[in-house]
Nanobody, 117 residues
Framework: VQLQASGGGLVQAGGSLRLSCAAS????????MGWYRQAPGKQRELVAS???????NYADSVKGQFTISRDDAKNTVDLQMNSLKPGDTAVYYC????????????WGQGTQVTVSS
């Protein structure tokens, strides 16, 4: 699975950004897709994920602030980020998990999100 992330950029605190991840194959066949982020000096962490059945999961720190959605017709998964804070600054990575008994991870190239105060 090849993933192409887009939509990062520089925004002021309180602003919004929308990230998009395009998959090279039908995402209905992918168990789950999501977004992770990695800030400088920190470990990569899960931000949000969505399963093929539409079940969503969010990190506590972004609940009510970020929304993940999928478009099966376009094979895309988007992350709408509102009320951004400087603490949201990170490189955001698109992720796909696919497999039957073993779930393999696939990663996009990462997109920088910078929130200025």
């Amino acid at each position: 699975v090849q993933l192409q992330a887009s939509g990062g950029g520089l925004v002021q605190a309180g602003g919004s950004l929308r990230l998009s991840c395009a998959a090279s194959q039908n995402i209905v066949s992918i168990n789950s897709m999501g977004w992770y982020r990695q800030a400088p000096g920190k470990q990569r962490e899960l931000v949000a994920s969505i399963t093929s059945g539409g079940t969503t999961n969010y990190a506590d720190s972004v609940k009510g602030q970020f929304t993940i959605s999928r478009d099966d017709a376009k094979n895309t998964v988007d992350l709408q980020m509102n009320s951004l804070k400087p603490g949201d600054t990170a490189v955001y990575y698109c992720n796909a998990k696919k497999g039957v008994t073993i779930k393999y991870d696939f990663w996009g190239q990462g997109t920088q999100v910078t929130v200025s105060s």
